[in-house]
């Protein structure tokens, strides 16, 4: 019996070791999902959307009367709501038969015709609605829609059939077969989607027409899609509930260094003369850009074209023979930048963006592609083309790192003559500007704000920066309330030993500075962006503060690599996307230098794609510094990935690199806990990685956990949340914070998103 009771008190014991982690906790951080968050904060941003030049402009946001629709008028600088919302929503259920509430009004694909008049769709309908009248009128809207592949003059339709190329005079009705060299798999006036799923083993690619008329209707460019010896991935669905058996499904796309791809070849037609020129020396796979778009007087194209590697790029220009003109061209040893700075000039000149001296900066050439000046210049980043009034000859650019003493990121609008001087700041404030310039370039519209600081909304003058007006400020008023706390940045030294980098830190609204806690890093390494949020939007409808109102302290970290701070800076992901999380670990220890509240024996780290890539290798490279990761959709190995981005940062051909970074090779240094998570109907980044992986930890003999979403593509575990979401809080709350998870509970707020 002594024994028996003895028992009895062991098991009491070890079943209490763990806290019950409290429900209220949960239903915290799930007022922080995003699409509470979007109903909680009022006039969080204005996007506007400009009417007649820069005179007038509308924008949404949401009030606490619900969503507004405003009127600004920029010469009287007034903001008003645009109409009333009730009297619309009145109308609507009148016309619908369904309760239509002024603080939702369904107004999707809103256009405004001028200041009177509106149109949206709704209910598979085109409604419009008369403001002065008062007047609601709708059409079916299947009558109101544009026959597809219609030449600019109406009088020819481009169609498809049995893989080739038609057209059709829809004056006449006659039809000419414009292609014949057309079949299954070498496919004309097509194109390639990037999430295109093949049913079955047999089944048929969804048909995508494209088709590009030239100005004066003569004219088409288009696609050979050739898909001889391209290689497919799959996918199973097992999520039919009426099915036994699950739904094959595959797609086409190309990984890292194969040579089995889809091929896009460039052809154009002379509609009238019935000639094809197959512009076959312009073929490329399916995962290197080429923007080829016809010129105004319909006898060249331009575009840029990317050679596979993305070590050089050419800006072309084709002419109707097929032959084509370089007019300019970039290298580097490294990898261009992808997202190249572009305008084109109504007489044929061009501004183009380029890293060639350490920084993208913007070049002026002539339309025969002689370079006639830099346009920018110095230490820093421009980021982008806000607009070019040619009759003025101006130039207004958005960059970073120009302002000294502040955080390198954060982004200005500046001006500049077409002649290289009179450059001019037009956004004082030491914050990040995002911008809308009017179309007639005299103002423009500015929401400036830090992580730390709600949005401020403004125009301004183009002549000076000068406020014109306070449109409106984000109303944080309810977030208050909760006692929410802004997040703090901080800088640290990075893995190189003297370039300072940028980080943030977010605490719990009920933050005790005289407790310890634990830490969760958020990663998404880049290296074609820089994650840590710069604006207040970016930072509050995310998921950190959420995994904070947990209990921890979540932090965020733009390392070497990463982009936004010069080429030399960016270079440092380069054949080494592995070692991303380096500087991560280094800032972490570095702010437990600084704060004392933080447990730095505790240590998480989670991400999402190539997060997820980041959150697992971070375990195999710092075992001893993350003790628990969630890694969701993980692309756990770059030979198995989407090809452009690792053959851009990676290196192509494929080398050693990929092999000696691969989180399958590295499976046997697991120490800690990790969960790793995919969607089985993942188009972008294939589950097979994730299996992959799984199977080298098995065969390593390491203990982790899996997760699969059987109906899941790619966008899982997102800010507004779902059922993943909850997972990965309960992963961290077991085996960081040490607390028993409640069990088989969602609060409402999360409930409502799960699918």
Same mark, same amino acid.
């Given at each position: ?352 963006? $380029?890293?060639?001296?350490?920084? !993208? #900066? &913007? %070049?002026?050439?002539?339309?025969? +592609?002689?370079?006639?000046?830099? /346009? @920018? ?27 000294? $003493?502040?955080?390198?990121?954060? !982004? #200005? &609008? %500046?001006?500049?003559?077409?002649? +290289?001087?009179?450059?001019?700041? /037009? @956004? ?328």
């Amino acid at each position: 019996m002594k024994a028996l009771i003895t028992l009895f008190f062991i098991v009491i014991s070890f079943s209490s070791s763990f806290a019950q982690f409290p429900k209220e906790r949960y239903e915290q951080a799930a007022y922080y999902l995003t699409n509470n968050l979007e109903k909680e904060i009022y006039h969080l941003e204005v996007s506007p959307n400009w009417i007649k030049g820069g005179t007038l402009f509308w924008h949404v946001s949401q009030t606490e009367n619900g969503k507004r629709y405003f009127l600004s008028d920029t010469k009287r600088q007034t903001t008003q709501e645009f109409f009333d919302h009730q009297k619309l929503a009145a109308l609507l259920t009148k016309q619908s038969g369904e309760n239509v509430s002024s603080a939702k009004l369904p107004l999707d694909k809103m256009k405004v015709k001028d200041n009177d008049l509106i149109e949206f769709e709704w209910r598979n309908m085109s409604w419009k609605y008369h403001i002065a009248k008062n007047e609601l009128t709708f059409i079916p809207k299947d009558n109101i829609e544009s026959v597809p592949g219609v030449s600019p003059d109406g009088q020819w339709r481009a169609f498809t059939k049995e893989h080739n190329l038609y057209v059709e005079n829809l004056i006449s009705g006659d039809v000419n077969q414009l292609s014949f060299a057309g079949k299954k798999d070498f496919e004309y006036a097509s194109s390639f989607g990037w999430s295109d799923l093949i049913k079955g083993e047999g089944g048929v690619r969804p048909e995508m027409l494209y088709v590009s008329w030239s100005p004066d209707s003569k004219k088409i460019l288009t696609n050979v899609i050739d898909l001889r010896i391209a290689e497919k991935m799959y996918l199973l669905d097992f999520s039919q509930d009426d099915k036994f058996r699950p739904d094959l499904y595959a797609y086409y796309r190309g990984s890292p260094g194969d040579t089995t791809v889809v091929q896009v070849i460039p052809v154009l037609f002379d509609v009238e003369h019935k000639k094809e020129v197959l512009l076959t020396s312009l073929k490329r796979p399916h995962f290197m850009s080429m923007n080829l778009s016809w010129q105004k007087d319909s006898k060249s194209l331009r575009g840029m074209y990317f050679e596979r590697g993305f070590k050089k790029v050419h800006f072309l220009e084709v002419g109707l023979d097929g032959t084509f003109k370089d007019l300019f061209s970039d290298e580097e040893d490294t990898f261009v930048n992808r997202d190249m700075l572009f305008y084109q000039f109504q007489n044929g000149d061009f501004i183009v963006s $380029s890293e060639k001296s350490g920084w !993208n #900066h &913007l %070049y002026h050439y002539d339309k025969n +592609g002689r370079l006639i000046r830099q /346009l @920018t210049n110095g230490d820093f980043v421009v980021s982008k083309i806000a607009g070019v009034q040619e009759e003025n000859q101006l130039l207004f650019f958005e960059a970073s790192g120009k302002e000294n $003493s502040r955080n390198p990121y954060f !982004n #200005h &609008l %500046y001006k500049v003559k077409l002649d +290289g001087t009179g450059l001019a700041l /037009l @956004t004082q404030e030491d914050a990040y500007h995002e911008i809308s310039l009017a179309p007639d370039f005299s103002v423009f519209v500015d929401n400036y704000s830090k992580p730390n600081m709600s949005t401020i909304s403004v125009l301004r003058s183009t002549k000076d920066g000068e406020i014109l007006q306070e449109i409106s400020k984000a109303d944080i008023s309810n977030l208050k309330k909760r006692n929410y706390k802004f997040p703090d940045p901080f800088t640290a030294i990075a893995k190189d030993g003297k370039t300072e980098i940028h980080g943030l830190y977010f605490i719990p609204s009920d933050f005790d500075p005289n407790q310890k806690y634990p830490v969760i890093d958020y990663t998404y390494t880049g290296p074609h962006t820089a994650t840590t949020p710069k604006t207040f939007k970016s930072s509050i409808l995310n998921h950190p503060q959420q995994m904070a109102e947990l209990g921890f302290v979540v932090v965020m970290v733009d390392g070497l690599g990463t982009a936004g701070r010069g080429k030399v800076f960016h270079n440092h992901s380069y054949r080494n996307l592995g070692d991303g999380t380096t500087d991560h670990v280094l800032a972490i220890k570095q702010l437990a230098e600084k704060v004392n509240f933080i447990d730095i024996n505790k240590v998480g780290i989670y991400g999402h794609s190539a997060g997820g890539y980041d959150a697992a290798r971070a375990m195999l490279l710092h075992p001893e510094f993350y003790k628990v990761a969630v890694s969701s959709a993980g692309d756990h190995d770059h030979r198995m990935e989407k090809a452009w981005w690792p053959e851009m940062f990676m290196g192509y051909p494929v080398e050693d690199f990929y092999h000696e970074q691969s989180n399958v090779t590295n499976a046997h240094k697991l120490q800690g806990k990790l969960l790793i998570a995919h969607g089985a109907m993942d188009e972008n980044v294939n589950p097979s990685a994730s299996y992959k992986f799984a199977e080298a930890l098995i065969k390593a003999g390491k203990d982790f956990d899996f997760f699969i979403w059987p109906s899941r593509n790619h966008n899982f575990g997102r800010a507004y949340g779902d059922y993943f979401t909850k997972k990965r809080w309960d992963y961290f709350i077991e085996h960081l914070m040490e607390e028993e998870p409640l069990r088989n509970y969602q609060p409402e707020a999360l409930s409502k998103t799960n699918l």
